[in-house]
């Protein structure tokens, strides 16, 4: 027989390679640009190690891992002593020890102070990429990242924890904060009663016979990441809604009374450990005044709200990677997939999606680095819920139209497609759903008028550009006009002032076959509902754009 055609079912043929042995960083085009564009060129080359180990096979590996063996719940130790402490896999310790090592908590703080003019850009491109290997622990670093501008409403206790969550140490063990070089934040905002509407929450303080110190009694609905050293909650003072710091060992080396009740049994972030909480006399000190707690958070809702944008996008990218990867390496039809006319509109489609997620995460990023910037400030004011309103909501449908590029092998847990879809829609709902977020636009815009003259100046930057462009704006500006009936439209009005900022972002900044491609599908006439539906044009140069390579 000719050894030509003999079948050997043991060895797989056009199948595509595992994507890994690339740059995180630099196969990303948008990125890369977005870091040089807002900082320096040198910023890229500061995050080439943290790209490389992000694509290394050894990342993709844990990151499966964490995710297949779950947290676990020990409430209580062999000898019934109650210890409310959750073990999670090597693999996820494993990453949290890069992620801490690269600087991806609360380092950009002190960077800041210290004259780092881009530390929180730095950060949020390398937060963007590390968080590819695996999303679910990028909540306690995000959460870390996200306390300290609350913790500087009390200077004390700020002095006394940001060195400590701004260490690039990472040290998981129940101990206190003098036997630790570097610590972990949390965050306990919701109840069961009320969740987002967190002034209806139940859980009270009263003072003790300490200065500033309190006995917290009720519960948390939705605290994630037991196991850190610190966290910051929201509890009823006889003052009010108030703000406390709550640390999990206390200065005398004993556990604060914290029970974890039981873990959440989530859709995706299976790595992550969510937790219910029950806090019985649970010592804490209070941050900022009583009946201040929102005003006193906020800052840390607007920062993990930040990363909610970063981990879409990143998300986003992704899914895109894998994608266009499988497309470039599997035939079928006669000819590469890469190759045929629709799949280059579907890929396409989701680079620019892509593309636009990320152009607007690092705008946004670049802003926090100028906080001394009454524009910078009110932009981002704005566009933080319109980013985290708009990206967040994108993903899902993102994600599952890159999964179906891979047909059914998307479908299987070994290709990582199965693990983001399930992570997909949980941005859009952590730290403000989608209603939140579009509530919370309408309120800036009638509260802060300068809000709305940043968001025109934004997109008034990139006028005369694109007609499609201009005409979106001036109809997102007739929405304002419209008075009545303005809250039931808040999500039209908060898409469509998101999409006009990453459009005019696009036109001004990416390759104009991008910008064509977006402006033509969410501002013209070709968007039919789904991604693959762009007219005609430079499709191919999109598609290869986003194409990682080795």
């Known amino acids: ?183 972990l934040a949390g965050m306990g905002m919701t109840e069961k009663q009320g969740g987002s509407d967190v002034r209806a929450n139940q859980t009270r303080a009263t003072p003790t016979s300490e200065d500033g110190w309190y006995r917290l009694d009720g519960h948390k609905w939705f605290t994630s990441a037991p196991m850190n050293d610190v966290f910051l909650v929201l509890a009823q003072a006889d003052g009010g809604m108030t703000c406390f710091v709550v640390p999990r060992v206390l200065e005398d080396g004993s556990r604060n009374r914290i029970d974890v009740v039981r873990l959440k049994d989530k859709l995706g972030n299976r790595s992550n450990a969510s937790s219910e909480l029950e806090l019985n006399g649970t010592l804490a000190q209070r941050l900022g005044d009583e009946g201040r707690g929102v005003r006193t958070i906020i800052e840390m809702v607007a920062a993990t709200r930040l990363d909610c944008v970063l981990g879409s996008a990143a998300l986003m990218r992704h899914a895109l990677a894998e994608a266009s990867w499988h497309v470039a390496h599997r035939s079928a039809f006669g000819g590469l997939l890469v190759d045929k006319p629709l799949m280059q509109n579907v890929v396409a489609d989701l680079a620019v999606e892509s593309e636009a997620a990320t152009a607007l995460a690092m705008r946004l990023a670049a802003a926090v680095d100028r906080p001394g910037d009454p524009h910078e400030v009110a932009l981002r004011r704005i566009a933080l819920p319109l980013a985290k309103f708009w990206v967040c909501k994108r993903t899902p449908a993102m994600v599952a139209e890159a999964l179906e590029c891979l047909g059914g092998n998307g479908y299987v847990e070994d290709s990582g497609l199965p693990l983001m879809f399930r992570e997909s829609p949980l941005n859009s709902i952590w730290e403000g759903s989608g209603n939140v977020n579009a509530l919370d636009v309408l309120r800036a815009l009638g509260r802060e008028p300068e809000v709305l003259q940043a968001w025109i100046t934004e997109v008034g930057a990139a006028r005369g550009a694109d007609s499609r462009l201009d005409r979106a704006v001036d109809d997102t500006l007739a929405l304002l006009g419209e008075g009545a009936g303005l809250e039931a439209g808040a999500r039209r009005l908060a898409g469509r002032m998101a999409a006009c900022l990453q459009g005019s972002l696009l036109v001004r900044y990416a390759p104009p076959e991008v910008a064509d491609a977006f402006c033509g599908s969410r501002f013209g006439t070709s968007y039919g509902g789904t991604f693959g539906m762009l007219d005609s044009g430079s499709l191919r140069e999109v598609v290869d754009r986003a194409t990682p390579q080795p």
């Open 1 to 183: 027989m000719d050894d030509s055609t003999t079948f050997d079912a043991r060895t797989a043929t056009n199948q595509a390679p595992a994507l890994v042995g690339h740059n995180v960083v630099t196969s990303d085009l948008a990125l890369t640009e977005a870091l040089t564009r807002h900082g320096s060129a040198a910023l890229v080359d500061e995050l080439i190690p943290l790209g490389a180990e992000a694509g290394t096979a050894e990342a993709r590996e844990h990151g499966m891992l964490a995710n297949r063996h779950h947290p676990e719940l020990t409430s209580y130790d062999r000898w019934g002593n109650r210890v409310d402490e959750v073990e999670f896999h090597p693999s996820w310790h494993w990453l949290m020890e890069r992620a801490v090592g690269h600087g991806l908590q609360a380092a950009p703080w002190e960077q800041q102070e210290a004259g780092d003019p881009h530390a929180h850009l730095r950060r949020a491109a390398g937060f963007l990429a590390w968080s590819q290997t695996e999303p679910g622990h990028g909540c306690p670093i995000s959460m870390t990242y996200a306390a300290v501008p609350a913790l500087r409403a009390d200077e004390a206790i700020a002095r006394q924890w940001t060195p400590l969550l701004a260490a690039r140490s990472y040290e998981p063990g129940v101990r206190g904060r003098s036997a630790k070089t570097g610590a």
